[in-house]
């Protein structure tokens, strides 16, 4: 197995007039905008920091900046001084055609496939919409609508009690729902809260869920 070369990690926060600049493009962003940036070069690299901010309709907005802070020298002033829209890189990973490297054209350093993973930015409200409705397209009506009653059910106020569930069918859905949590990005939100309301009923009843998972374990 290769070992993996570590990324910079160097961070920088947008500015005002860079948050500004995407929020009024909300409805082109591709994923979730994060107020802070961690570059994704790899570590000790040469010249300046660069991390990708947001993808507008298809177009990447990087994030450059100097070991200072400073902006770089060839940066455009569309939309913030520090932001460069720059093409991708058209290298692919030689052990795996299929993966191309995910970092902006002429960069320093390695490709992003020699490098250590990073987190995937999280698809924007628009576009989890959009995958949500492709994966209700291919379920059953009773998916659906099993789907449509668990998303009623949490839009219910927090301290709403569970109806019907005993403390140890609790606990066994919990220690479900915070696996599938870990496996799933689309639905951790859901099953964070629902957790959190399980947590809440079984203490109502006494129960502490701590205790009960190690004496069910």
Not at 31 to 52: D, F, I, M
Not at 87 to 105: M, T
Not at 190 to 210: I, Q
Request: a negative charge; glycine letters at 6%; proline letters at 6%.
């Amino acid at each position: 197995m290769t070992n993996l070369l570590p990324r910079c990690g160097d961070e920088m926060p947008l500015t005002s007039a860079e948050l500004d600049f995407f929020q009024e493009r909300d409805d082109e962003a591709e994923h979730e905008l994060n107020e802070r940036c961690s570059c994704s070069l790899q570590a000790e690299h040469t010249g300046h920091h660069t991390a990708l901010a947001q993808c507008l309709g298809g177009t990447e907005w990087w994030l450059s900046w100097g070991k200072d802070g400073s902006a770089p020298p060839f940066a455009r002033l569309t939309g913030g001084k520090r932001l460069l829209p720059l093409g991708c890189c058209p290298a692919v990973n030689p052990r795996d055609k299929q993966e191309s490297c995910l970092l902006f054209e002429s960069h320093d350093g390695a490709h992003s496939f020699f490098l250590e993973p990073e987190a995937a930015p999280v698809p924007s409200r628009k576009y989890r919409a959009m995958i949500a409705a492709d994966l209700r397209s291919e379920m059953a009506p009773d998916e659906e609508r099993y789907l449509l009653a668990t998303e009623a059910f949490l839009e219910e106020p927090v301290d709403a009690v569970l109806p019907l569930l005993t403390a140890h069918e609790a606990m066994a859905v919990t220690v479900l729902l915070t696996k599938l949590a870990g496996d799933e990005w689309l639905v951790e939100g859901h099953v964070e809260e629902l957790v959190s309301r399980l947590e809440g009923r079984m203490v109502a009843t006494g129960v502490c869920p701590k205790k009960l998972l190690s004496a069910t374990a």
